[in-house]
């Protein structure tokens, strides 16, 4: 059996959850997501105690490993109701700097056009300064893949840091390479 799997869920103050056959869907604040279970997969709610847990029947061996997968999309699905998910990143260069153009996000990175970027649905770009991007979302899943879109249009580079990275990530520096003239 899964340990994160037999863990309870705790359900946040506001958050609704509802069980339908094999959907599972929760209503906050930020908004509402519906999660599928796969077969032999049941969410049981304790609403006094504002538990939800999630049980399997280990019919066949994948039943155990979705186990804790399945109970980590579900707290993820929650938290992101109730508070919502937030990735800042930094754009670091001369001249790099990130506008919105309408609903698409420009940026500009030393390259001959802007790269131009669809936001998707669900997603909310501000931009509190040119080399600083705060994407927002509800859903972990999509607000993650879409930083790591943006991330790859141009990583930032180990020797003078340019291009685009996480607000906390550490990148480690490296130095260049050192001539040194010698008499032969």
């Known amino acids: 059996m899964s340990r994160l799997g037999r863990k ?67 707290n993820n699905m929650l938290i992101g109701v109730h508070q919502g998910y937030e990735e800042k990143m930094e754009i670091i260069g ?18 001959s056009h802007p790269v131009k970027v669809d936001v998707p649905a669900g997603i909310a770009v501000t931009i509190p300064n040119p080399n600083l991007l705060v994407i927002q979302g509800i859903n972990k899943q999509i607000t993650g893949a879409f930083a790591a879109k943006i991330k790859a249009i141009k990583p930032s580079e180990p020797y003078n840091l340019k291009g685009i990275k996480y607000v906390d990530e550490v990148i480690k520096r490296k130095t260049g390479k050192t001539f040194v003239s010698g008499t032969a």
């Open 8 to 74: 309870p869920v705790p359900i946040p103050d506001g958050v609704k959850v509802a069980v339908n056959g094999n959907a599972v869907k929760a209503e906050g604040p930020k908004g509402s997501l519906e999660y599928k279970l796969p077969a032999n997969v049941k969410v049981k709610i304790d609403e006094a105690k504002k538990l939800l847990s999630v049980e399997t029947t280990y019919v066949i061996p994948q039943d155990n490993i979705n186990h804790g997968t399945i109970r980590s999309h579900i």
């Open 94 to 111: 001369t001249g790099y700097k990130a506008v919105m153009d309408g609903k698409n996000l420009a940026i500009s990175l030393g390259f």
